[in-house]
Every structure is written in C-alpha cells, then in structure tokens.
C-alpha cells in the first residue's frame, strides 16, 4: 500500500535559521528541514529523505553522513541550534541531472525504508499463502506527504500507533492440503508454526485472534504484536507479548473502523487505542502524534498516530487512503 518514494523536489522558501547566522531553513510538504546557508535557493532541485529512511553512507552523495565505519545511516529529525530538521535534503546529484520533479529515485540512491530489528525471537520457517483473493502486506504512507488526500473537515478516525512486529491472521484454505487452518503471518511472510515464532507466540497468548479468524473465514485480522518486542515496552513484564488489531480486509474490501470494531469486540480482541472521531482539523492531528501512549500501563510517549477515514475508500496515489504521523518526540529521540 505504501509508495516508498525518495522524490525530485523544487525548493520554495528559504528563511533564516533564528539561531544559527550559517544555517538557513525551507519546507516540503509540512517537513521542516535545516540547511546550509546558500545551499539552496528557491527553484531549485534537490533530494528530500524523510525521516524512517536508510542511506548508503558509502555513497558520495551521503559521505558527510558516515560514523563509526558504517555503511549506512538512518535518518531521523534532529535539533540543530534547538530549531527542528525533520529528515535530509541534499542537491539533486549531477548523475540524476535529467530528473525531473516528482520522479522516484529512491533506487538510484540505493536507499531503503528503515526495518526496526525485532528484539524477540522471531525464527521460523515461511510457508505457502492461504487460499485468499487478496492479503497484501501492511504499509503506510505519510500523513505530511498526502494529507491533502482527505478532504476537508472530512470525518476521520486516528488511532495510536503501535511500536512493534506487524502481523496478520486467517482462517482459510490451505493451498497444499484444501483443509481451513489457522494462518499466521508477519508483514512480508506466512509463517509455520513454532513455538519460538513471535506471531505464532501472540496467538496462543491471545486466543480471542483464533476464534475471530474461525467465526470469519476468509476474512483477514491486521495487528500489532509488542511489548518485548520493539523498545517501547507499553509496561510489558519481562516476557510479555501484547496484540492490537488495526484493520480488517473483507475479501478484498478494508472494513470500515466502526464496524471492524464491533466485530472484533465480539471476540474481545484487543483494538489499538481509539483517539479521535470527528472532522479532519490538521493542527489537531500533529498535535495528537505527539501525545504519551494510551495503552493501558505504558509510561512513555507514543510513537505516532494513524488517520483513516470513518468511511474507507481508495485513492488513485496511494490505494487505500490510511496514512500516518511518526511523531517528532519519537524520531528525535532516536527510539526506532
């Protein structure tokens, strides 16, 4: 669902650093990014990498960035004189020359969406998907990038995002055997199952997923499985695995939130927190990305939000119109 685009941009406004007199200042798409003084005036082309990105610092382009005799390096915001940069922008290279705004090169520059490694064990062996239409894997855009996508004042849904291992379940027809069984799937992979398996492990600690997935066959069930999985812990003991579902594809059609909601309710499966229903207000939404976890017994800030409207539709940028907000407390604090 996600585009995963590193895009040609045009420069607009370049404004002073307030507290830096070689530093200077300019916006893509709600981003704030601080730059040299004179690096950059308006109209030009550049290379914008938001936050969440992973570079080759082995490249010429990002040899500035290299530490530590790495290879790579993870973007993340950062405070430079105490004003924000939320990602990295640098001149278009003089290889892309020819590029034009809007164009995707994100693999010219070899970069790559940045995988939180996992902290529980995660072993296990992939297996053949189930007999379904559609199970695409869970990826969301960003909110700052497309939020123009709802229109305004729009009834929407925000929800908290969840730091930890993505993961889909399903009751279907196996491909091999033509029997319905259980599946257990991460982001990218069905799994076997294994008692080791961090998927596999959430379903037996949380047994409401499997009588949900039997009640509803076909139907798929997107979650979150954390706790001691990713660094934010949300108050789990030492060995504690939480889940929280998100979303739900009906063959082929996302459920719209109240009524995967009363749905998933039936079976007490656990939902990420609810924060907000009602008309898009954009100031309000940033506002709520930056707020502390909900989750019963975290005590530590959120990792962002996600936006989805009340009614799900598509958009012919990006699919399925959810997109997120990763929030600055989080990213400036170096947490993924």
């Not at 981003?31 to 030009?44: H, S």
Request: net charge neutral; glycine share 8%.
């Amino acid at each position: 669902m996600s585009l995963h685009s590193i895009e040609v941009v045009q420069i607009g406004d370049v404004t002073p650093h307030p507290n830096a007199d070689r530093l200077e200042l300019t916006n893509l798409w709600g981003w704030q990014c601080c730059v040299g003084k004179g690096q950059f005036k308006p109209g030009d082309k550049a290379v914008y990498v938001p936050p969440d990105y992973v570079v080759p610092s082995n490249q010429p382009e990002f040899a500035f960035l290299k530490r530590d005799g790495r290879d790579v390096e993870r973007i993340t915001v950062r405070r430079f004189r105490g004003t924000l940069s939320q990602g990295l922008l640098i001149p278009l290279p003089a290889r892309l020359a020819n590029r034009i705004v809007g164009d995707n090169v994100i693999a010219d520059l070899g970069i790559m969406r940045y995988e939180a490694p996992l902290q529980k064990c995660t072993s296990g062996e992939f297996i053949k998907a189930p007999d379904v239409p559609y199970a695409p894997k869970f990826d969301v855009d960003s909110f700052q990038r497309y939020h123009r996508i709802f229109d305004a004042g729009e009834q929407v849904v925000v929800t908290e995002k969840i730091h930890g291992a993505n993961a889909r379940y399903t009751w279907a027809k196996d491909q091999n055997t033509g029997e319905c069984v259980q599946f257990c799937g991460s982001r990218t992979n069905w799994m076997k199952e294994d008692e080791k398996n961090v998927w596999w492990m959430v379903l037996r600690r949380c047994p409401a997923i499997g009588k949900w997935c039997q009640a509803n066959h076909g139907k798929i069930m997107y979650g979150e499985a954390f706790g001691r999985v990713q660094s934010l812990k949300y108050g789990a003991g030492k060995n504690d695995i939480f889940f929280a579902a998100f979303a739900v594809l009906d063959h082929n059609k996302w459920v719209d939130y109240a009524d995967m909601v009363r749905s998933l309710r039936e079976h007490s499966v656990p939902l990420v927190p609810h924060v907000f229903t009602g008309p898009l207000d954009l100031q309000a939404v940033y506002e709520m990305a930056e707020s502390d976890s909900r989750w019963p017994g975290a005590n530590h800030l959120a990792e962002g939000v996600v936006v989805v409207p009340a009614k799900e539709r598509f958009d012919e940028r990006i699919g399925r119109v959810c997109l997120k907000i990763v929030s600055n407390r989080y990213l400036e604090a170096g947490t993924l």
